[in-house]
């Protein structure tokens, strides 16, 4: 009778360890301060297109998660000017946006109010995401490198469960952090705290921007 029993070493592995961590990893690297962390920070005060932008946030990074771990990684190792390409395009796109942050910070903040004043279009709030994301070399170094490469070393259904997880953690973080904004809304009701964000924000997209630049130079 046991003949037809299967023996443990043709059972599928449990998947909740790969699922783990690839939720572990994921949160550990999302959290960290970024441009795309702070875009969306500032549009969830503002209350404007905060479901869209929390989809196409995760939607992006599984995407490149599932790119990496199914073979991109290798790629973009193998060639150097790419990541050069990446680096260089990456740095001036923060340091613009770095620039239109500070100006902000200057200003007097009429009508910057959480859900009031003169809003972005859904268009021009698409252009600016997708460029926090595809630009920002970043972004590659943690989605298709760094998870990719840790994700391939699963195989079958295993390697599932561990995109499943990290696409997981990017969902999670960014509905927490879009729609967990408003919760700071008693905060920026005073003009004096968006001057603050805004010349927060500038000097991050700057370092940011500062660090590729000096990347790109060394390497």
Not at 6 to 14: E, I, K, M, V
Not at 18 to 32: E, N, P, V
Not at 124 to 145: K, R, S
Not at 181 to 200: E, S, Y
Request: with cysteine; net charge positive.
């Amino acid at each position: 009778m046991n003949d037809f029993l299967p023996s443990p070493s043709t059972l599928a592995p449990p998947l909740w360890p790969s699922y783990a961590q690839g939720l572990t990893l994921g949160l550990s690297l999302i959290m960290a301060i970024g441009a795309q962390n702070a875009f969306v920070l500032r549009q969830g005060l503002r209350r404007e297109h905060v479901g869209l932008i929390v989809l196409c946030c995760a939607w992006a990074d599984t995407v490149l998660m599932a790119a990496g771990i199914f073979g991109l990684a290798a790629l973009i190792g193998e060639h150097r000017g790419l990541t050069q390409a990446l680096t260089a395009g990456g740095a001036l796109f923060l340091a613009f946006y770095g620039l239109q942050a500070l100006k902000r910070a200057r200003r007097a903040a009429q009508g910057m109010q959480p859900g009031k004043g003169a809003g972005q279009g859904r268009r021009q709030v698409l252009l600016q995401l997708a460029g926090f994301t595809l630009l920002n070399p970043h972004v590659y170094l943690d989605t298709v490198l760094l998870v990719g490469s840790l994700g391939a070393q699963h195989a079958g259904a295993a390697q599932l469960a561990f995109l499943a997880g990290a696409a997981s953690a990017s969902l999670v973080w960014f509905t927490g952090l879009g729609y967990g904004a408003r919760w700071l809304a008693p905060v920026f009701a005073k003009p004096r705290a968006w001057q603050v964000l805004d010349g927060l924000i500038g000097l991050t997209l700057l370092a940011l921007a500062g660090l590729l630049l000096r990347q790109l130079l060394l390497g």
